[in-house]
């Protein structure tokens, strides 16, 4: 883990882990590389191994698009998320949560907000983090917003979700937040810079913005994943079908979060980096569980984080299948050891 902290003045570079040695970035390989699967891979049993896997892991907490069988948000707005939005893959994302908990120490922020009167949690999802945010300030009004209504029915009573797009000018009143939380919008957000000038409208003198973003670049420090493989080409898919889309990807890596938040006018910018583990590999305890996460969020739902991305690269269904098959494969052998990037910014807004 790496701080840093900048002034609008002096923007200072989050600090790179000294160890890290990225996966270079190239071209994705086509989907004709992905024509065959496996000869010792078994789909079937990989699938229920990972569903009976997750069973001690995960529960369960209108118009929506189909696509390839799977059901994703609505075509209200400009709203373009590349995930399904279906059960399996709120499952996968709840993981991923909790994952991402672990590694901030359970903390549920790291900007320095005491006794907000008003929290709202863009992107929200599943609602998991705002109905653990709610539950914690239980005095607190929260509002959590998604463009897909999948949060439960049954939450805190200071807490409110509703359907809005965060690409689209805000309706909020200027200056009513104490704190805007963002979690893991890469690759849904066209204009980031319009998206932080909005947060900065929305909050009061004084107020944070915090930003929770991952990179889907998969790194490797010791050599031991090819370039060639699924987990290596998780990140080319995101990057190329990202710029397809006119969303990018490369969050961490373009540094955006701090350069946008400097230019909306925050102050007191703070940047926290992560390695996140994934898979199994981590001889630590806590590292481990953090990367079972990662592998079992991946794992329970490969076609719902990446049957959107690839489909706007051409790649046939078939040619997916068979992707999601090798990387099914990858995690179960356990020999890459591997971590993604997570970077958390925060920044306040000035007194006058």
């Known amino acids: 883990m790496s701080t840093s902290v900048s002034s609008p003045a002096a923007v200072v570079p989050p600090e790179t882990e000294p160890t890290s040695v990225p996966v270079e970035v190239a071209a994705v390989l086509p989907g004709e590389h992905w024509d065959e699967a496996p000869d010792d891979y078994d789909d079937d049993l990989a699938v229920n191994d990972v569903q009976s896997s997750t069973a001690s892991i995960t529960s369960s907490i209108l118009n929506y698009r189909t696509f390839k069988g799977r059901t994703y948000h609505?075509?209200?707005?400009?709203?373009?998320?590349?995930?399904?939005?279906?059960?399996?893959?709120?499952?996968?994302?709840?993981?991923?949560?909790?994952?991402?908990?672990?590694?901030?120490?359970?903390?549920?922020?790291?900007a320095p907000v005491e006794n907000p009167k008003k929290v709202l949690d863009i992107g929200t999802g599943t609602g998991i983090w705002a109905i653990d945010f709610a539950d914690a300030h239980p005095e607190t009004i929260v509002i959590g917003t998604d463009v897909s209504p999948i949060q439960p029915t049954w939450v805190p009573p200071n807490l409110i979700f509703e359907i809005e797009d965060c690409t689209q000018p805000w309706t909020f009143t200027p200056g009513s937040f104490d704190f805007v939380h963002m979690q893991f919008l890469?690759?849904?957000?066209?204009?980031?810079?319009?998206?932080?000038?909005?947060?900065?409208?929305?909050?009061?003198?004084?107020?944070?913005?915090?930003?929770?973003?991952?990179?889907?670049?998969?790194?490797?420090?010791?050599?031991?994943?090819?370039?060639?493989?699924?987990?290596?080409?998780?990140?080319?898919?995101?990057?190329?079908?990202?710029?397809?889309?006119?969303?990018?990807?490369?969050?961490?890596?373009?540094?955006?979060?701090?350069?946008?938040?400097?230019?909306a006018g925050f102050v007191d910018i703070q940047v926290t980096n992560f390695k996140c583990p994934s898979g199994i590999w981590p001889k630590d305890k806590r590292q481990r569980e953090i990367g079972e996460l990662i592998m079992y969020s991946v794992l329970n739902d490969v076609e719902g984080w990446i049957l959107f991305m690839s489909n706007t690269l051409g790649w046939t269904l078939e040619q997916i299948m068979v992707y999601t098959a090798h990387l099914r494969r990858e995690f179960k052998k356990g020999e890459y050891h591997c971590y993604i990037r997570q970077r958390v910014v925060y920044g306040r807004k000035p007194k006058v």
């Open 74 to 110: 609505s075509d209200r707005g400009t709203a373009q998320y590349w995930g399904s939005n279906d059960g399996r893959h709120s499952d996968s994302l709840d993981m991923f949560y909790h994952a991402t908990s672990l590694l901030l120490d359970e903390k549920l922020h790291l």
């Open 186 to 263: 890469v690759g849904s957000i066209p204009d980031w810079y319009a998206l932080f000038r909005e947060a900065y409208t929305a909050l009061e003198p004084g107020g944070y913005l915090e930003s929770f973003e991952s990179s889907p670049l998969t790194h490797s420090d010791d050599g031991s994943m090819p370039a060639n493989s699924a987990n290596a080409q998780w990140g080319p898919i995101f990057f190329q079908g990202g710029d397809k889309i006119g969303r990018t990807a490369r969050v961490i890596e373009d540094d955006i979060q701090v350069k946008a938040m400097e230019a």
